[in-house]
């Protein structure tokens, strides 16, 4: 079969009468030709123009539509966010559609032109979908790197700026594990999927699904470390806060005798002991320091300092 002309501008490939076709503009007249061409449902070309859908698998008369979804981790804002790839597909055709250029689509363009038995929709949607979760590892690499920096900083400097890291990190990972989740989900179906071109390529999606499986357990993983430093950081911060009040209250207690015999001194009576001698002050400090040095003796002795 052809290609109509009409749609060449969104032709990446043809091959055996297979052809895959990629858009990038979704606001553009490529989706209404496409679905008006090859029978695409109302509501999946409305999923592709939301571009906020989760990971999904629909079965349609004549084709499947599925949304993958792809992940992004900011190191330094400690943030992750999903993006979208929506695959049309069926047993002579595929439609990849995304906003924008596309990493995933150009990488498989390469393979499809190399690669003569990637002309069948099984097999070039696996090698898909192969990229996008390919790319889940790398982001786990760098989450975990984060962690490593924050492990060092915990101990030696706890402050809210790095509880409010660690929290954002967990949101992160959360953020990960729901779109592993989804993703998993998807590949469940696929694998339950009847078609034949689909069931040809069992092994290879199980693989990706492997993949997800181990994703989603090195995520539990680091939940479970940052759970780790959340609970050293307020340890840490517990602590910072107990010498704090270690050492004002030992100033405290050393103050105590200079205020105990200066308040004594400070009364509005004749006659106290030592008042008008010549030696009274002498005394008397020598009074407030000698108890201090003797408090701070038994700090001392009992370990307290």
């Not at 402050?159 to 890291?165: K, Q």
């Not at 290879?204 to 430093?229: C, K, N, P, Q, W």
């Not at 009364?267 to 030592?274: A, Y």
């Amino acid at each position: 079969m052809t290609a109509p002309a009409e749609l060449a501008p969104w032709l990446l490939g043809e091959r055996n009468g297979f052809r895959w076709y990629h858009v990038e503009d979704l606001s553009g007249p490529a989706l209404d030709q496409l679905a008006t061409t090859f029978g695409l449902h109302e509501l999946a070309i409305e999923d592709c123009r939301d571009q906020l859908t989760r990971a999904k698998l629909e079965e349609y008369e004549g084709h499947l539509f599925l949304v993958a979804n792809t992940v992004h981790f900011d190191p330094e804002t400690c943030t992750s966010r999903f993006g979208e790839f929506d695959i049309f597909v069926g047993r002579e055709f595929l439609i990849s559609v995304h906003r924008g250029p596309s990493r995933t689509a150009a990488a498989v363009r390469q393979k499809f032109e190399a690669q003569p038995r990637l002309a069948h929709p099984g097999r070039l949607l696996h090698a898909l979908l192969d990229v996008i979760v390919d790319r889940y590892l790398p982001v786990l690499d760098s989450i975990e790197d984060r962690i490593r920096v924050l492990e060092e900083r915990v101990v030696e400097d706890p402050s809210p700026a790095l509880l409010a890291e660690l929290f954002r990190l967990r949101r992160a990972l959360v953020d990960f594990r729901r779109t592993a989740a989804t993703m998993r989900e998807v590949l469940n179906q696929l694998l339950r999927c009847t078609e034949p071109w689909i069931r040809s390529q069992y092994a290879y999606f199980r693989d990706i699904y492997d993949h997800l499986v181990r994703a989603m357990d090195l995520t539990e993983s680091y939940r479970e470390i940052l759970t780790g430093l959340l609970d050293v950081h307020l340890s840490a911060t517990a602590n910072r806060a107990n010498a704090v009040m270690k050492a004002l209250t030992i100033f405290a207690t050393l103050a105590l005798p200079f205020l105990l015999v200066t308040g004594f001194y400070g009364m509005n009576f004749p006659n106290l002991p030592l008042l008008e001698h010549r030696f009274g002050w002498a005394v008397a400090t020598g009074i407030m320091t000698g108890a201090a040095l003797g408090l701070l003796w038994l700090f001392r002795r009992k370990y307290w300092l």
